[in-house]
């Protein structure tokens, strides 16, 4: 199983950007799928996550900002990013958590990092 990730670059503040992360691979079930981030200098924070169920949950830093979602059929999550500030800017990686086989536990995937960068 592989979680691919794409978006992300570079945007004035006050602008726009979309992260897309799709699994691709043997499996079946993928359970919570999010973002985190992580800046220079500074630990790495959950973003936004998304259950299976469709429930959501924010960093207070993006709340009413972000919105993230995802599409099962596709196996992708995405994660749209309005209002984009300079403390934004960050490499941003996508997880899953995947279930690969009935009978096994489902562990956590990882997408390759993707820089966001917002300037002011």
């Known amino acids: 199983v592989q979680l691919q990730a794409s978006g992300g670059g570079l945007v004035r503040a006050g602008g726009s950007l979309r992260l897309s992360c799709a699994a691709s691979g043997s499996l079946v079930s993928i359970y919570d799928m999010g973002w985190y981030r992580q800046s220079p200098g500074k630990e790495r924070d959950l973003v936004a996550r998304i259950s299976k169920g469709g429930d959501t949950n924010y960093a207070d830093s993006v709340k009413g900002r972000f919105t993230i979602s995802r599409i099962d059929d596709k196996r992708a999550a995405y994660l749209q990013m309005n209002s984009l500030e300079p403390e934004d800017t960050a490499v941003y990686s996508c997880?899953?958590?995947?279930?690969?086989?009935?009978?096994?536990?489902?562990?956590?995937?990882w997408g390759q990092g993707t820089e966001v960068t917002v300037s002011s």
């Open positions: 997880y899953a958590k995947i279930r690969v086989r009935w009978g096994r536990a489902e562990n956590d995937y």
